[in-house]
RNA sequence: GGCUCCGUAGCUUAAUGGAUAGAGCAUCUGACUACGGAUCAGAAGGUUAGAGGUUCGAGUCCUCUCGGAGUCACCA
């Protein structure tokens, strides 16, 4: 993008030359020119105006004279409504693409020696992994890849919350209703069997809830503490976690099971150990499914008591302050925020000492200073509160904390919720793309050329592809809209469109080895046709989207930039002859660019984590 | 109620303060005896929730109103 800058700063230049005023070169906006006009990049010369007191055309030309002069790849301009386009000179192109078609690294910048720490996914071990966890999955890899071609050291961790109430639940509930029952006996994927223990769980408990509320002791309380116009309906749905403490059997049991874990009770630490291992089995192969790894797993259970010392260096420190009954807490009234409990009185640690503890304990392990949390947006309070209490600790990495906050997944009728199984299941998600990518497949006939190997390979890509591109290709922060249906489109703005244009290029890679054309003769060819100049446009800037995409922790900015360079070589493709050029110079340009076009397709959706196919 | 985020075509969405708000789906109409039709072209669909303001220029920034979501636990 040396070229950008060149221009940027001859403008800046130009400004003082002809107006006798300081513009910074950065500051100066280039466009790309849209399609209407003749040129290829634009720059923005209203700020000017004022300065040099003309109209805005003769400002343009102004500039656009001196840019012609002083900028060698500069060919032609012409001024529309005060907006100077400049055209470039097609042997910039040319040296543009010898350049770079081949080169493997193509946008992507140069090892800086930092590290980041990228956490993701954070799965509790009592049910297996649901659409929700795909988004911040999908999110977190993605993001460590962007990460890493912007030339940062990623190292991927994965937080498991492997104990608690929740997994005692599904360890309760196997021990009473199990029989002894394994994965394997009951023929079921080993995450989903220990889920199936923790909903049988809450089927068990919410019946006896509702035996309870018959009772007589059940009607005097409701009869004692009920607001006037509250149903016993309405009574007993708020009072539901006081009974699961005071009065509920199953209630009692987790809790002692949940003691006498604490307490290293060797049984049940074995019973521990086994159900959070068929969870872990399950796990992996989804993640596997989803091409997903990490570098380093961080198991709750090893950290859920750290962070005490780090609260007491706060009270030394006087960022923390101490109540009559000894919970310690810090005030951020100040910030706009509350006052919030970092210590029980009973000494015993909250949500966020933990992850103060966990945080310095990353750092001690990897020293990268910059960390990002992939985390669902309703914990974004937390991390406010978190960043802001590290801050003032005072911790070396506190000022590289980002909170990558997605927006909850929705369905057409709603949020999805887990006692009216609406969940949408990973892994049958991820069974169902496969299933239309096939039944797409075979509905043109193009499956049987493949072996029954390939066939699998070929539709895990297609059907991964577009359930990938789906969810990365909104931004983010949005809160989004997952309709199932067209979550498994393969056709318009989907990553299947994405693939077969790689498809249709790779097939003229094949064609150009077998016939052995010789590209080096493109330089001759000088009459660079629209649908050509979009195109090198469009691969000129993908350094530039990759920064932003890093600088702004957004997949987002990826996909649409390969939608939108997919969406220009279908057009080029449909438009102009490849093999069939009017000269041989056309014919090597366009193979050529059109295998530059697939590099930075390969590696843009690389990115995203989604593959290329061969063939489709 | 406080804080945070969001509101763009019937639906899903794009647009570092810059040209006539750009796509896809759905609807309608077309396009291969040429490199793969999971493609391409066209039609129709918008007061960018509303009202003010800043600016040469606002979907984007500021203020207010309306609507929606999240959160405000000594749960994690």
């Not at 999908?138 to 994965?158: F, H, N, P, R, T």
């Not at 990365?472 to 994405?498: A, C, W």
């Not at 890093?550 to 279908?570: F, G, Q, V, W």
Request: net charge negative.
């Amino acid at each position: 993008m040396q070229l950008i800058e060149s221009i940027q700063s001859q403008v800046s230049k130009a400004v003082e030359a002809l107006y006798q005023s300081t513009v910074p070169s950065e500051s100066v906006l280039v466009n790309t020119t849209p399609p209407e006009f003749a040129g290829q990049y634009s720059v923005v010369v209203f700020p000017f105006v004022k300065l040099a007191g003309k109209a805005p055309d003769a400002v343009a030309n102004e500039i656009g004279a001196h840019l012609l002069a002083q900028v060698s790849e500069i060919n032609a301009f012409n001024v529309v409504k005060g907006f100077l386009n400049l055209e470039i000179d097609s042997a910039y192109w040319h040296a543009f693409l010898q350049k770079n078609v081949g080169n493997a690294h193509y946008g992507r910048q140069p090892n800086r020696r930092e590290k980041v720490m990228v956490e993701y996914s954070s799965p509790n071990t009592n049910k297996p992994l649901h659409l929700g966890h795909i988004r911040n999955i999908l999110l977190g890899w993605s993001c460590s890849q962007i990460l890493e071609a912007a030339g940062y050291d990623v190292v991927k961790v994965q937080v498991i919350n492997d104990r608690g109430v929740a997994i005692c639940k599904s360890m309760l509930s196997w021990l009473k209703f199990g029989n002894g029952a394994t994965p394997e006996s009951a023929g079921i994927k080993s995450d989903h069997f220990v889920g199936d223990y923790y909903v049988l769980f809450e089927q068990k408990s919410k019946a006896e809830y509702e035996a309870w509320q018959q009772t007589a002791a059940a009607q005097a309380i409701f009869a004692e503490k009920h607001k006037s116009g509250q149903s016993e309906k309405e009574f007993f749905k708020d009072y539901k976690n006081k009974w699961f403490n005071d009065h509920s059997t199953l209630g009692a049991e987790v809790r002692d099971m949940l003691l006498r874990w604490e307490a290293h009770d060797p049984d049940t630490l074995d019973l521990w150990r086994r159900m959070n291992g068929w969870v872990y089995q399950g796990f992996d192969q989804t993640y596997a499914d989803l091409g997903v790894t990490f570098d380093k797993l961080y198991f709750e259970s090893d950290t859920y008591l750290l962070g005490k010392d780090i609260v007491e260096e706060g009270l030394a420190k006087g960022v923390f302050y101490r109540q009559d009954d000894g919970s310690v807490w810090v005030d951020l009234t100040d910030v706009g925020q509350d006052q919030k409990v970092v210590l029980r009185a009973d000494g015993t640690s909250v949500y966020i000492t933990q992850d103060l503890g966990t945080a310095r304990m990353r750092y001690e392990d990897f020293g990268a200073k910059r960390m990002v949390y992939v985390v669902a947006d309703e914990q974004n309070y937390h991390f406010t509160v978190l960043f802001e209490v590290l801050k003032r600790l005072q911790e070396p990495y506190a000022d590289g904390l980002y909170h990558l906050a997605y927006g909850l997944v929705e369905l057409p009728t709603g949020r999805m919720k887990t006692r009216e199984g609406t969940v949408v299941d990973a892994d049958d998600l991820i069974a169902e793309v496969k299933r239309i990518a096939r039944e797409q497949a075979a509905e043109r006939g193009e499956i049987d050329a493949f072996t029954p190997e390939e066939q699998e390979q070929m539709l895990h890509t297609i059907g991964m592809g577009a359930l990938k591109f789906f969810i990365l290709k909104v931004h983010p922060k949005r809160k989004m809209i997952f309709n199932p249906e067209e979550s498994v489109d393969l056709q318009g703005q989907t990553g299947p469109y994405i693939q077969y244009s790689y498809v249709r290029i790779n097939g003229l890679m094949k064609r150009v080895q077998k016939e052995g054309v010789d590209l080096t003769i493109s330089t001759q060819y000088s009459d660079i046709q629209p649908q050509e100049h979009e195109l090198l446009v469009a691969l000129h800037e993908f350094p530039t989207v990759l920064q932003n995409a890093a600088r702004e922790y957004d997949p987002s900015l990826i996909a649409n930039y390969c939608y939108n360079l997919a969406k220009s070589y279908h057009r080029f493709w449909h438009d102009l002859s490849v093999f069939n050029a009017h000269s041989p110079e056309a014919k090597a340009f366009r193979l050529q660019l059109s295998k530059g076009v697939g590099e930075v397709l390969k590696s843009g959706m690389g990115l995203l984590g989604i593959d290329m196919p061969e063939r489709m």
